[in-house]
């Protein structure tokens, strides 16, 4: 809603002050200033300090990063495949046929993700596809959590695309499969890159279900941030969080730029 009044303006942006900074800027701010902290004083942090981000950023946490990191792409890039061809397809189906799929890939994220892990656990620790205690399972679970949002984005933008293109296209004797890679991708490519960065940044922040399925040698970040608060080393989960929130950032920001120009193309 455009809104012209400078007092109104005023007031939209107070609103919106008044609910972001405490609900949403906050409790990231009170992270950041813990992650400098040997101690909490009353309202504030006390004894700053960089120490924290030594041990955030070195052994058993960088190696959960890179962890996170690998499992978050890998879940991503299965995610998008998965959720772009079912959307592609769901889309010349009947109604009947688009709302089953619709409701196929939404139940995960219809149940707690914890539920999502168990069922993973069960369904995977008898031969012959035995992954417990493998990082497969993991990435697995990552994949099931994330391949929805992939689906809903894609399907969204694929009832949106023009329908002229694809017919002009076919009126020129392009092959159905020339269609869908010259044409019909290209033109949801935007849609494909916010939908692989929404898919990375859920992965990278899952828990529940995660708890459920990591081996010891494949812990990732979220986990350890756990591990690290359960133990009463709060300050060093806080700079393991905000490394945490720092990667994920620098990525959305790297496909954001890739979305940016993919949009001008």
Excluded at 40 to 62: K, R
Excluded at 76 to 82: F, G, K, M
Excluded at 174 to 180: I, Q, T
Excluded at 207 to 225: E, F, G, N
Aim: a positive charge.
């Amino acid at each position: 809603m455009l809104v012209h009044s400078r007092a109104a303006k005023w007031a939209i942006w107070a609103l919106f002050l008044l609910f972001f900074v405490p609900l949403f800027a906050v409790p990231l701010l009170v992270i950041v200033a813990a992650s400098f902290a040997t101690n909490w004083s009353d309202a504030f942090p006390s004894g700053p300090t960089a120490e924290h981000y030594a041990a955030a950023t070195s052994g058993d946490s960088l190696q959960a990063l890179t962890t996170s990191l690998i499992t978050a792409v890998s879940a991503s890039l299965l995610a998008l495949t998965v959720g772009s061809w079912a959307a592609v397809a769901a889309a010349s189906l009947r109604k009947g046929g688009k709302r089953f799929l619709d409701a196929l890939f939404m139940l995960p994220v219809a149940v707690p993700s914890v539920v999502v892990g168990l069922a993973v656990l069960v369904a995977f620790s008898e031969p012959p596809m035995l992954l417990n205690g493998t990082r497969w399972i993991v990435i697995l679970a990552h994949t099931v959590l994330v391949t929805a949002f992939a689906y809903q984005s894609v399907s969204a933008a694929t009832v949106r695309l023009d329908p002229m293109y694809e017919q002009a296209a076919a009126s020129l004797g392009a092959r159905p499969s020339y269609v869908l890679w010259r044409i019909k991708l290209p033109l949801l490519l935007p849609s494909l890159t916010a939908a692989a960065g929404l898919c990375f940044a859920l992965s990278m922040g899952e828990l529940s279900a995660t708890m459920m399925l990591y081996p010891p040698d494949w812990t990732p970040l979220p986990v350890q941030i756990f591990a690290a608060t359960d133990r009463g080393s709060l300050f060093t989960g806080a700079a393991v969080a905000v490394v945490l929130m720092g990667a994920t950032l620098l990525v959305l920001l790297g496909v954001s730029r890739i979305r940016t120009r993919a949009s001008y193309r």
